[in-house]
């Protein structure tokens, strides 16, 4: 991964190579486990301080100097999606949007992603970042937090995404979830039970929602 390689070079110059590469390694790690108690940004930031030996001021400002150096750099593996601008420009006038990606970033990281993207950050209500959630996709708690936070019953909700492996979990908590696949001609349900789960290109989501 570029990020691990491009990061890690910075971080040695604290306590080493290996201390470098436990910290990122336990950092990745946070994905694996809720924490009702503090988000993933604190717990991110914890890992790095302690590892590091640093005080908080000095974990959060060396932790912020590394990403913002780093992820610019990495412009190159966030492509546009075919079909995805169109889509939400459409969606906006019809529903309210909330980007339900996985937390393990601030705001101004999300926001630069979907940039490179082609996506405007500002059609979205809210966007799901480190620094509010307490869990990370594809843990039930992860959904069950979004839901809560932005007051949605999960039966009027569709999570839309593009990978089974982290966005079809949301049916554990009643989320109906349709998976993008743009140049697809065939809309496939892949869930029958309730809440379905689907499979299709942006003109299947389209016509699945308008029917």
Wanted: glycine residues 4%; positive net charge; proline residues 5%.
């Amino acid at each position: 991964m570029e990020f691990v390689a491009r990061i890690l070079p910075m971080l040695k110059h604290f306590q080493g190579w290996k201390v470098a590469f436990r910290t990122l390694k336990e950092m990745q790690d946070v994905v694996k486990t809720p924490n009702s108690a503090l988000t993933n940004q604190e717990r991110i930031l914890t890992i790095f301080q302690n590892n590091f030996k640093l005080s908080r001021e000095e974990a959060e400002k060396h932790l912020l100097k590394s990403i913002q150096t780093v992820f610019p750099q990495l412009e190159s593996h966030f492509g546009k999606i075919l079909g995805a601008a169109s889509f939400i420009d459409w969606a906006k006038d019809h529903y309210t949007l909330t980007l339900a990606t996985n937390p393990m970033w601030s705001e101004e990281i999300v926001r630069m992603r979907m940039r490179w993207g082609g996506i405007n950050p500002d059609l979205f209500k809210s966007i799901t970042t480190a620094d509010r959630m307490h869990a990370c996709k594809p843990l039930p708690e992860y959904y069950q937090e979004l839901l809560a936070q932005e007051k949605f019953e999960a039966k009027d909700c569709l999570l839309i995404g593009n990978e089974r492996k982290m966005d079809l979990p949301a049916t554990d908590v009643g989320i109906p979830v349709f998976l993008i696949r743009p140049t697809t001609r065939t809309l496939t349900q892949i869930r029958e039970s309730s809440p379905g789960g689907w499979r299709g290109s942006y003109q299947h989501l389209k016509e699945f929602l308008l029917s």
